[in-house]
């Protein structure tokens, strides 16, 4: 069977999340709001027809995934290419704090947003290629027409970049807090057809925090 549509999940909210703080690989787990978005999650993916869930290996993504493989019935399959993006010491950081205190550093990434290693992390594009490869295998292995992916927001706006160029502008796109974003194949390529979706949090916060690369400073 073809995979025809793909559904990405962003983990429900941290605390560091509610502090503007850059996460990347620190295990941050889900605080109480972020189990409440995610119960609402769960509830409304239910119905979206998934027939397999893989996940970033990241605390924060693994929670979320749980919650959502119990109402759908069968186990996540978790892979370590799926994680956000290393951002090195830059970890636990907000940006105004990186800008005061590594200012050079921002500076360079800026300058390169796609190369530029982050000192003791990673660059976008080594990112990039990582989330390609894991989406690769997701396809050629995926059990039916569609499957959900428990990830991050670096991580998904680089992927997202190269499967929908057209579409994804990371200088705009967010993807706030235990949002959908689904693509469907259209022929050889992908289309977004829906993005940063959070209708099934009405009444609950969500969160967007700018990103390194975001060019806001």
């Not at 636990?92 to 796609?114: I, P």
């Not at 990112?127 to 569609?146: C, H, N, S, W």
């Amino acid at each position: 069977m073809t995979l025809k549509r793909v559904v990405f999940i962003r983990s429900g909210e941290t605390d560091w999340n509610r502090q503007g703080r850059q996460q990347g690989w620190v295990a941050s787990p889900l605080n109480h709001l972020g189990y409440r978005q995610i119960e609402r999650l769960a509830k409304f993916v239910r119905n979206i027809g998934m027939s397999a869930l893989y996940s970033s290996d990241l605390k924060r993504a693994v929670q979320t995934a749980e919650v959502v493989a119990e109402r759908l019935g069968y186990p996540v399959t978790y892979d370590i290419r799926l994680r956000e993006r290393h951002i090195g010491h830059w970890q636990g950081m907000t940006l105004d704090e990186v800008r005061t205190w590594y200012g050079d550093e921002y500076a360079a990434l800026l300058a390169d947003v796609e190369d530029y290693q982050i000192p003791g992390g990673e660059s976008r594009a080594e990112v990039k290629v990582r989330m390609l490869a894991a989406f690769g295998d997701i396809v050629a292995q995926a059990p039916g027409e569609t499957v959900g992916i428990v990830s991050h927001t670096t991580n998904t706006r680089a992927l997202l970049e190269s499967l929908v160029p057209a579409q994804s502008d990371t200088t705009t796109m967010q993807l706030t807090n235990s949002s959908v974003t689904t693509i469907r194949r259209t022929d050889s390529a992908w289309e977004i057809v829906a993005a940063d979706d959070v209708e099934h949090l009405e009444g609950l916060e969500t969160h967007f925090v700018e990103e390194p690369e975001d060019k806001t400073s």
